[in-house]
Structures are given as structure tokens and as C-alpha cells.
T-cell receptor, first 110, second 114 residues
Framework: ETGVTQTPRHLVMGMTNKKSLKCEQHLGHNAMYWYKQSAKKPLELMFVYSLEERVENNSVPSRFSPECPNSSHLFLHLHTLQPEDSALYLC?????????FGAGTRLSVL | GENVEQHPSTLSVQEGDSAVIKCTYSDSASNYFPWYKQELGKGPQLIIDIRSNVGEKKDQRIAVTLNKTAKHFSLHITETQPEDSAVYFCAASMSSGSARQLTFGSGTQLTVLP
């Protein structure tokens, strides 16, 4: 148990659906991250939040919309996704450069 | 930006043998190098890390070495056990404001054969 909890663990959605991924940490970390993990590819950093402010957006399509309402919670809102968006979405929290990952949400877009 | 290359992509060893995974990085400003282990159905878990002011770090059967001149670092696992089977990722990072960002290698699937 890393202290970073992601829900749901699995999600199947159609291309016209709207859904949200949730991440929660109670480690007292001040930075939170969203990553995309696809087969045979390195982890891709999507968004970075520091002290609840977004500090990085790595050219992610607008159909992915992050939200960080407080230092313990991070959301990833999804709408009109494409089949190629199917992947494992990982949340991490960190301090001093060390990042702790959740178990991820396995997303399938039909 | 930073680029991290990781080799090999797959590695099979006999139980009890050693395993070595190597990574190279491109940005000489990188100063933090963690290694993560990812088991099936789980997120990556930090197993060991090293900062640029040291050349080697060891924790029981796991060790990491860093060569700043050559810009490469390696993970060494001795006396491998079946539970060491997993995907291992290296990463590199530099100090950057309030939220340090990691650049990951593409991963190594390690299989320990009983």
C-alpha cells in the first residue's frame, strides 16, 4: 500500500461518455501527477500539480481535463475519448523528487 | 528535454543468478535517478534511488551505480528470487521548481526462472 488510492480500478466507456478518474493521497505531499501507461511505451507524464496549481501540461488533448481541488485530491475528467486513449492511467504524489504511485485505472474506450 | 534509454527490454535469469539493467540519460543536469518495480496489476513502486553526489548505493540484494561522466546508471539484483519477476523502470530527474518531474525509461521485463 503506497498511500495513493485511485478509483475506479477499471473503467469501460464509449466515445461519447463523460467520466472522471479520482486520486487521493494522505501522505502530506505537495505535488501530484497524472501519467498514461500504454503497452510497450514509457510512462507518459500528462499533468503536474504543485500546491494545487497546474505547473505542467505536456501537450495533452483537451478531451482530458485535470482538476486539483485540494492537496489531497486529484481528478482527471474524460470526455469524447478515442479508442487510442485506452491505457492504464496512473496517479502519483511526491515530495523532494520521490514519487509514489497508485495502482492505476485501467481504461478501455469502445 | 531529457531522454532516458533502458536496456534490455526483456531479461530472463535463473533463480539465484544476478540481473543487471542499464540506463543512459541525455541531460547532464539530471541529478536524481530512481528505480521502480511494477508487478502485474499494480502501480510502479520505488525500490531504490540515487542522487548525483554518490556513485553507488546498496540495499540488501539491490544496488544501483551511477557514472555521471558517461551519463549512465545501472540496477543490480543479486541472488534473484521468483518474486523479483516484474517490470523495472529507471528514471531521471533534475531539480525543477516545486514539482520534480521524472523521465522514465521504457522498462525491462525481468523473469526469474525457478
Amino acid at each position: 500500500e503506497t498511500g495513493v488510492t485511485q478509483t475506479p480500478r477499471h473503467l469501460v466507456m464509449g466515445m461519447t461518455n463523460k467520466k472522471s478518474l479520482k486520486c487521493e493521497q494522505h501522505l502530506g505531499h505537495n505535488a501530484m501527477y497524472w501519467y498514461k501507461q500504454s503497452a510497450k511505451k514509457p510512462l507518459e507524464l500528462m499533468f503536474v500539480y504543485s500546491l494545487e496549481e497546474r505547473v505542467e501540461n505536456n501537450s495533452v488533448p483537451s478531451r482530458f481535463s485535470p482538476e486539483c481541488p485540494n492537496s489531497s485530491h486529484l481528478f482527471l475528467h474524460l470526455h469524447t475519448l478515442q479508442p487510442e486513449d485506452s491505457a492504464l492511467y496512473l496517479c502519483a504524489s511526491g515530495v523532494g523528487g520521490i514519487q509514489y504511485f497508485g495502482a492505476g485505472t485501467r481504461l478501455s474506450v469502445l | 528535454g531529457e531522454n532516458v534509454e533502458q536496456h534490455p527490454s526483456t531479461l530472463s535469469v535463473q533463480e539465484g543468478d544476478s540481473a543487471v539493467i542499464k540506463c543512459t540519460y541525455s541531460d547532464s543536469a539530471s541529478n536524481y535517478f530512481p528505480w521502480y518495480k511494477q508487478e502485474l496489476g499494480k502501480g510502479p513502486q520505488l525500490i531504490i534511488d540515487i542522487r548525483s553526489n554518490v556513485g553507488e548505493k546498496k540495499d540488501q540484494r539491490i544496488a544501483v551505480t551511477l557514472n555521471k561522466t558517461a551519463k549512465h546508471f545501472s540496477l543490480h539484483i543479486t541472488e534473484t528470487q521468483p518474486e523479483d519477476s516484474a517490470v523495472y523502470f529507471c528514471a531521471a530527474s533534475m531539480s525543477s521548481g516545486s514539482a520534480r518531474q521524472l523521465t522514465f525509461g521504457s522498462g525491462t521485463q525481468l523473469t526469474v526462472l525457478p
